[in-house]
Each structure stands twice: as C-alpha cells, then as structure tokens.
C-alpha cells in the first residue's frame, strides 16, 4: 500500500451500478415493480452515498496530499496484460476528476429526487417508474467509469455506457415513434463520433509504442507525451491538399481523432443534431444526459488529455473554432425556438461550445469552471421547464403560456435565477466562468484569429441574455395564452419537484464564487481568490497570460454590458412593446422561417446522407449482397448444388445389392494397399 492508492473510489461508481442491477433483476425475474417506497429508497439512496464518499474523498485529497503530488488510485485488476503492455480496471481521483465526480453525484442526487416527483403519475404496465430509475442508475453509474477510469480504456468504457444510456433514456416513451425515433438518431450519431475517439485511442497507443512506452495510462501518458511530439505519419497524394502534407504530426491527427468523439457526444458542429431532438425524453433526463453530465463528457476528455492537445497547435484551433462557430450558431436558432425545451436544448449546445473555445486556447481551468456553472444554472432551468410543463399539463409551447409568476411562484424564482446566470449577470454563477473563457479567448495570442474568437464569444453572450429572456417573458408574465381548460388547473409542483429547483437556484447564485478570479479577490484582501484555477492547475498545466487587473476589469464591465444590452432588447420587445415582435417578424420573412427552421440542416442531413444510405442499403446492401449473394448464393446456392448432386449422381451408387457394396470395399481396399506400398 502506497500513500496514493485508496480502495474507497470504487464504491463511487459501484453504488449506483449495484442500484441499477437490484432493480433490473427484480423486473426480469420477479416481473413486477419493488413497492414505490423501495424504488425510491434505491435508486435515490446510491447517488446520494456516492455523493458523500466522494465529499469525503475529495476534501482528502485537497487536505492530506501536496499539490504537486495530488491524487488517488484504485487498481481493482488487470483487464489485459499482452507482453509490455498492461491496461488495469483502475480509478483515479485528482483534481480534475474531483471537479467532475461532485458535479455528477451532487447534481445527479438533486435530479434523481426531482424525477420520484415528475414520474409519479407514471403507472403504466411496462414497470415504467421502476425501469426509469434503474436506467438513471445506470446511466450515473457509467458517468463515473467515464470521469474516474485511469486510462483511456476503462473511460471508453464510460463513455459507450453513457451513450447506450441515452438512447435507453431519450426513447423511454417508446410508445410515441417521435421518442423512438430520438433515441436512435442519438445512438447514430454518437457511433459516428465514437468511431473517431477509437480511431484516437489507437493512433496514441501505437505512438507511444514506437516510442517504448506503450501505455494508455494518463498519468503514464503525460509524462512520457515529449518523446511522440516529434512523430509523423506520411500522407498518401490524394491528400495532398491536408495542411502539412507530406506528413502530418501524429499527435496532431490522434488529438483531432479524440474531438471528432467529443463533437459527437458533446453536440458540437456538425453532429450537434441529436441533442435537440433528445427533448423527447422526460425532463428529468434532459437535465440529468443534456445539461449536467453526459454532454459535458467531451470537454472533460479534451481537458483530460490536455497534455496532448497542448503540443498539437492545429488540434487546439480547431477546437476552438468549432466550439465558437457552434456556440454562435446553436444561439441564433435559440432566438426563435417556441418549444421550452428545445430554448434550452440549443442554450445547452451554445455553451458547450463556449467550453471548448475556452478547451482550445488552453483555458482549460475556465472549461472546468464553466461545467460546473453550467450544471447548476442548466439543470436549475430544465428543471424549472419540467415543472412549468406539470403545472400546465405537459404543454410545452412557450406562446400558449404567460402569467405563470403568479400561480407558480417557486418556479417563477428559482427560474428567474437560472436566467439570470446564464445571461452573465454578476454575481451570478454564469458571469465568473463566462468571463474567465472570454479573457482567455481575448488573450490567446497563438490560436489564429483570436480576437475574431472573442467578438463571436461577445455576441453570443449577446444573444444568450436575448432569447433567454424572451423565454422568461413569455412563459411567467403577461396575461395567460393557454385555453381555459389548461388555466383552471395550473397549479405549483410538489417538495419532490421543488427543493432540488431550491437548491440548484442557491448553487447558481453562489457557484461563481468557488473560481472568483484573483484580481476580484484582491479587492477584498484574499489572494488566491481563484481556488478551482489553483485546484485545477497541477493537471492541467495551461500557459499564464499576464494582464493587468485595470484591463479585466474593463472586458469583464463590456461583457456585462453586452450581457444587459441583451436583456434590455428582450424586455423592450417581449415586455414593454409586444406589439412590435410580429413587425420585425414580418419584416424578416425568409430569414426568421430559416431560422425557426434551425437552418434546416436536419433536412440537408436527410437529404445528402440518410436517403442516400438508406438506398444503398436497401438496394445493394440487403437485396443485392444479403438477399443475392448470402442468401441465394452462399446459402441457397449451396444447399440447391448439393441437392442436384444427389440427385442427379450419388442417388445412382445406391443400388441396394450388397454384392456391389461388396465389390467397392475390396477395390477401395485394393486401392489403398496398393497405396500403403506405393509409399513404402
């Protein structure tokens, strides 16, 4: 036993794995539902204890170890040992795996308490309630493997387990095609992104193989990554119009390879598409897949494997220009979306870009920061959707809504709050990470066109503050849109529903302060101010740009302008002067159908890829090489020639007289002496 390893951290992931099975095997072999009390108990009792241990965990690892030597590890086994390579079933805990793994159960509890209320009508004959749960356990438990696994294959495992989750989760009403459908368009897509972290994990593995350490180990990895900075592979001719062609750095190609998985799994530009329509699936799971977790799995592993992207300075901009052309982009659809849940899906895709443009120009503690922000201010709003949708009987169109401040009054509060952070309005959550991320941007002289970065970061926070006010506007002032029937039964949620919007509105108020920059600090006489950065730092070593606090101060002052300008126009226009919206509405035409439309990518999707592969399919693939070729040659063909054969010559050596059985064994037997002795 070394000061390092602690058999603690796997009771992390294992609590809410054992929940998971406890409920599965009862459905399968007892065929019928645990008493509601039980369920409840279970799958809200194991993220809970997993929340603790890891409470506990981390304030030892943040009190008991130097901060240059700061980390756990738990080897349960060797998974595969093949000459010098070994890869074991281990957990490690440092810092960034900390920020991460009280996100998950922290968040994860709330949400878990916050579905025993919005499943509750939930009585179908399928054990609904019951299997829900077990899927939420599942799906935290696979979330732990991902942000605890030691190595690149144990979070793989992680990571195909949150993606199997999601489809389990998004078509959970299975019985409405809609649901189905989302579930499988998810699956897809995050296959094709998947595809490209595999394709990443073997290019790094072979790397460090050629270079004499084949491992797959982080730790291992970062302290061995100077000695494959230096390799290439060649590039064949008819690629010769790829940037460093003949030869491409090979850190380069594997670290794009891992961002074509993150794309996928954290929505990014162009396999963002699955996210919004992920809406199908119940509140609950939107807050806990799309807004807390799963989607921020991308931007952990490009934080994880930090040591990597930052000797790849191709890798690097690239991410930092998807992640701010996507945060741009999904805010421009947001600005005429009408479904409440699809206003936050596409905020949701918004700034999981605003992570990775931090993720690309090194900021990766800013990244950090804003997970964290964003898990408390976007769990709190889809939460707060959730329980709008309750109260007006699972209407979820934002212009049949309207006066809701006065019938649900907790949920008007505590959604206000969430608005207010993710708007960046200080003190809020929100503004303290938003503005680390557009100061880095503003400063990260290396990435090329940086200052271009941070006026796309601007107006996005422009536009953020814009339409998620129109989404306040709409749903909680003004006189009532929806139909007599709807407004005789609006009514406020239950505790279940309320006290996790409680608890996550507090986080959302104060959260900002656990990464308070230190020239804020300074004012008020504490250095330091900025724990998380100083917490986060010894693993993700990113560069320090000197700037003088005069300067931030001015760019954090136009941020919150910006910020404010955004909630300004929306209280003009969705507040005080309604009546000018169908105007500019009008005066837009074509251009706000197009939008309203998401661009209408999901048609160009269909159009370029689906039916085209749909058609191959169908028409080479199962009629041409299944049906033709398998079936009715390889199968069919088969059996038809060795019935002919039979028929038409073997049946002719059966002739019934055992005088020519006779006569073929003694010339067979003939023939084989004559061999024997032949060969002697």
């Known amino acids: 036993m070394t000061g390092h390893e602690n058999a603690a951290l796997r009771w992390i992931p294992l609590l809410p794995l054992v929940a998971a099975a406890l409920s599965g095997l009862w459905l399968v072999f007892a065929r019928r539902e645990l008493p509601r009390a039980a369920v409840i108990a279970l799958a809200c009792g194991a993220p809970i204890a997993s929340f603790a241990i890891s409470v506990v965990q981390v304030f030892q690892l943040a009190t008991a170890l130097p901060a240059d030597a700061r980390y756990y590890t738990d080897n349960l086994y060797t998974w595969i040992s093949a000459g010098d390579f070994h890869a074991e079933l281990a957990f490690l805990l440092d810092p960034l795996s900390a920020v991460m793994v009280l996100v998950v159960t922290g968040v994860g509890s709330l949400i878990h308490i916050y579905a025993v209320g919005y499943m509750d009508d939930d009585h179908r004959e399928d054990h609904g309630f019951q299997r829900f749960f077990a899927y939420l356990n599942l799906f935290t438990f696979s979330m732990l493997m991902l942000v605890l696994g030691d190595n690149l294959l144990v979070m793989f495992v992680g990571w195909e387990g949150v993606g199997v989750c999601s489809y389990l989760l998004i078509g959970f009403w299975y019985l409405e095609s809609a649901n189905a459908a989302a579930g499988m368009k998810a699956f897809v897509v995050n296959r094709i992104g998947d595809f490209g972290f595999l394709l990443g994990i073997f290019l790094l593995f072979w790397a460090f193989a050629a270079a004499g350490v084949p491992t797959i180990e982080f730790r291992e990895m970062a302290a061995n990554v100077g000695l494959v900075a230096g390799q290439t592979l060649a590039v064949p001719d008819w690629l010769s119009f790829v940037p460093g062609y003949p030869s491409v750095p090979l850190l380069t190609l594997a670290c794009l390879c891992l961002f074509v998985g993150a794309c996928g799994k954290s929505a990014q530009i162009p396999l963002y598409v699955w996210?919004?329509?992920?809406?199908?699936?119940?509140?609950?799971?939107?807050?806990?897949?799309?807004?807390?977790?799963?989607?921020?799995?991308?931007?952990?592993?490009?934080?994880?494997?930090?040591?990597?992207?930052?000797?790849?300075?191709?890798?690097?901009?690239?991410?930092?220009?998807?992640?701010?052309?996507?945060?741009?982009?999904?805010?421009?659809?947001?600005?005429?979306?009408?479904?409440?849940?699809?206003?936050?899906?596409?905020?949701?895709?918004?700034?999981?870009?605003?992570?990775?443009?931090?993720?690309?120009?090194?900021?990766?503690?800013?990244?950090?920061?804003?997970?964290?922000?964003?898990?408390?201010?976007?769990?709190?709003?889809?939460?707060?959707?959730?329980?709008?949708?309750?109260?007006?009987?699972?209407?979820?169109?934002?212009?049949?809504?309207?006066?809701?401040?006065?019938?649900?009054?907790?949920?008007?509060?505590?959604?206000?709050?969430?608005?207010?952070?993710?708007?960046?309005?200080?003190?809020?959550?929100?503004?303290?990470?938003?503005?680390?991320?557009?100061?880095?941007?503003?400063?990260?002289?290396?990435?090329?066109?940086?200052?271009?970065?941070?006026?796309?970061?601007?107006?996005?926070?422009?536009?953020?503050?814009?339409?998620?006010?129109?989404?306040?506007?709409?749903?909680?002032?003004?006189?009532?849109?929806?139909?007599?029937?709807?407004?005789?039964?609006?009514?406020?949620?239950?505790?279940?529903?309320?006290?996790?919007?409680?608890?996550?509105?507090?986080?959302?108020?104060?959260?900002?302060?656990?990464?308070?920059?230190?020239?804020?600090?300074?004012?008020?006489?504490?250095?330091?101010?900025?724990?998380?950065?100083?917490?986060?730092?010894?693993?993700?070593?990113?560069?320090?740009?000197?700037?003088?606090?005069?300067?931030?101060?001015?760019?954090?002052?136009?941020?919150?302008?910006?910020?404010?300008?955004?909630?300004?126009?929306?209280?003009?226009?969705?507040?005080?002067?309604?009546?000018?919206?169908?105007?500019?509405?009008?005066?837009?035409?074509?251009?706000?159908?197009?939008?309203?439309?998401?661009?209408?990518?999901?048609?160009?999707?269909?159009?370029?890829?689906?039916?085209?592969?749909?058609?191959?399919?169908?028409?080479?693939?199962?009629?041409?090489?299944?049906?033709?070729?398998?079936?009715?040659?390889?199968?069919?063909?088969?059996?038809?020639?060795?019935?002919?054969?039979?028929?038409?010559?073997?049946?002719?050596?059966?002739?019934?007289?055992?005088?020519?059985?006779?006569?073929?064994?003694?010339l067979g037997g003939a023939l084989l002496v004559a061999w024997l002795v032949r060969g002697a």
């Open 275 to 666: 996210l919004p329509d992920a809406m199908a699936g119940p509140t609950p799971v939107s807050a806990l897949i799309h807004a807390a977790t799963m989607v921020t799995a991308g931007v952990y592993m490009v934080c994880r494997m930090s040591f990597a992207f930052s000797l790849s300075p191709g890798a690097q901009a690239t991410v930092a220009w998807t992640g701010a052309l996507t945060a741009f982009f999904a805010a421009t659809i947001g600005l005429a979306q009408n479904d409440i849940k699809k206003v936050l899906a596409y905020s949701t895709v918004s700034q999981l870009g605003y992570m990775f443009m931090a993720a690309g120009v090194a900021a990766y503690s800013a990244a950090i920061f804003h997970v964290m922000t964003h898990a408390f201010f976007k769990a709190l709003l889809f939460l707060g959707a959730g329980s709008v949708i309750l109260g007006m009987h699972h209407e979820q169109d934002i212009t049949r809504m309207g006066g809701l401040r006065r019938r649900m009054p907790v949920t008007w509060l505590t959604f206000l709050v969430g608005v207010i952070a993710i708007a960046g309005v200080p003190p809020f959550a929100g503004f303290f990470s938003k503005d680390e991320i557009l100061l880095a941007a503003n400063l990260a002289h290396d990435i090329p066109g940086h200052h271009t970065l941070w006026l796309i970061g601007l107006a996005t926070a422009f536009l953020t503050a814009f339409y998620m006010f129109r989404l306040y506007y709409l749903v909680f002032t003004g006189h009532s849109r929806a139909d007599h029937h709807t407004q005789d039964h609006i009514h406020e949620s239950g505790k279940w529903v309320l006290v996790p919007l409680v608890v996550l509105a507090v986080l959302s108020l104060i959260g900002g302060f656990f990464g308070l920059p230190d020239a804020y600090g300074e004012l008020v006489g504490v250095q330091e101010s900025n724990s998380l950065h100083h917490f986060l730092q010894p693993v993700v070593n990113a560069p320090a740009h000197e700037i003088d606090h005069a300067t931030e101060f001015r760019l954090a002052a136009l941020i919150t302008a910006i910020g404010l300008a955004g909630i300004a126009l929306a209280t003009l226009l969705y507040y005080w002067r309604k009546d000018l919206v169908a105007g500019i509405v009008s005066a837009l035409g074509p251009l706000y159908a197009l939008v309203r439309d998401k661009y209408r990518i999901d048609e160009l999707y269909d159009l370029v890829i689906v039916r085209p592969l749909g058609a191959i399919s169908r028409g080479i693939l199962a009629r041409g090489v299944d049906q033709g070729l398998i079936d009715g040659v390889g199968v069919n063909g088969t059996a038809s020639f060795v019935r002919a054969t039979a028929d038409g010559a073997l049946k002719y050596l059966q002739t019934g007289f055992a005088q020519s059985y006779l006569l073929a064994m003694v």
